[in-house]
């Protein structure tokens, strides 16, 4: 497989489905992807983000490149960063993607910043911390159930757009597409751009910052799924090497692709009526695949499905916001109980044993 360079590597470690909370920690953070990791064991707001984000720098500044996992719940803090380089990386350890080293020692190693908390003072606050863990849990829960509900309604939507699409007509496309790319064989590999998260619906930008050309797959009634689905099907059996990135509301579905060799992706837009085509390289048009026959008699079912799932995930948007806003409260707690001397001495020990 080809060596993959990308400008700034920005993705995130998991996702908020509409199958509920899906962590990849256990296939990014592993030590195929490196010999010698960290895992940091804290509470909320006690320095693990900042922690990592210092490390991050300290590695780059010494000509390293960093590959950055973002937290699916809140872009603004880091689940982990891997430094290929030195085979090594760092993560945070903690629910709701909780992880212990599997080698202790040998491949992993315990970052414990308990010994840095005020119990005395926490316990001073302990009602109020049980109570906004359980209310931000609770919202979280409440959330996923909103998106599960949104996630049937997409899917039957999906359903009835699959109908009216003339697929040997779509697939020649998808084909012509495959046959164009130029790289080198390879696998698949899933690295994640968007989330759906306390912040609101975030997409990185990854794949288009590394890329020359720029493929957009314009929407139409969430069809355009359809086609980047079989795209990566297609690139699979030709034995391709690929990123790709998934739909938050129904994973199963690919959203964008990255073909890093090529410096080359594809990546979902809004209608092509909506879609600045001097931003794209080419523009493909899924309206062009859907037959006007067979949708205007779906057009009444795929309407109602669209409309029951947008409202099914607003609200779950606004639900897992005011989690977001319960974190931030349960994180000053945090702040003012943690010896941040201590966690920077700790970052120090770090850096001097990656030899940064």
Not at 82 to 101: E, F, M, Q, R, W
Request: net charge positive.
């Amino acid at each position: 497989m080809g060596v993959f360079v990308l400008n700034k590597e920005k993705y995130f470690a998991a996702i908020n489905s509409g199958s509920g909370f899906i962590s990849y920690f256990d296939r990014i953070f592993n030590t195929a992807a490196a010999s010698r990791l960290y895992v940091i064991k804290s509470g909320p707001g006690t320095g693990k983000s900042s922690m990592m984000k210092r490390i991050a720098e300290a590695a780059e500044k010494a000509g390293n490149k960093v590959v950055y996992f973002y937290c699916s719940s809140d872009p603004c803090s880091l689940d982990g960063i891997l430094i290929p380089s030195l085979s090594a990386g760092v993560l945070d350890g903690t629910a709701p993607h909780a992880t212990d080293p599997k080698y202790p020692g040998a491949a992993d190693v315990l970052l414990d910043f308990y010994p840095y908390l005020d119990d005395k003072k926490l316990a001073e606050h302990k009602a109020e911390i049980i109570a906004l863990t359980d209310k931000n849990r609770a919202l979280h829960k409440k959330s996923s159930s909103y998106r599960r509900y949104a996630a049937l309604a997409a899917r039957e939507a999906l359903d009835a757009v699959r109908e009216c699409v003339d697929t040997d007509k779509l697939n020649c496309a998808v084909k012509r597409a495959a046959g164009a790319v130029k790289a080198e064989k390879g696998r698949a590999e899933h690295r994640q751009i968007s989330a759906f998260s306390s912040r609101g619906r975030v997409r990185f930008d990854t794949y288009e910052q590394s890329s020359h050309k720029i493929n957009a797959v314009c929407d139409e009634h969430g069809s355009a799924c359809l086609f980047m689905n079989s795209l990566r099907a297609e690139l699979i059996k030709k034995e391709t090497a690929f990123y790709y990135s998934t739909d938050t509301l129904l994973p199963e579905n690919c959203e964008a692709i990255f073909l890093p060799d090529a410096k080359e992706c594809f990546v979902i837009t809004g209608k092509a009526a909506d879609t600045d085509r001097g931003d794209y390289t080419k523009v493909i048009n899924m309206k062009r695949f859907i037959k006007p026959d067979a949708y205007k008699a779906a057009r009444g079912r795929i309407r109602l499905c669209e409309k029951t799932k947008k409202a099914l995930d607003d609200e779950a948007l606004k639900i897992i916001t005011a989690a977001g806003e319960t974190h931030d409260e349960l994180e000053k707690y945090y702040i003012s109980a943690t010896d941040f001397d201590g966690v920077r001495a700790e970052t120090d020990m770090v850096i001097e044993k990656l030899n940064i």
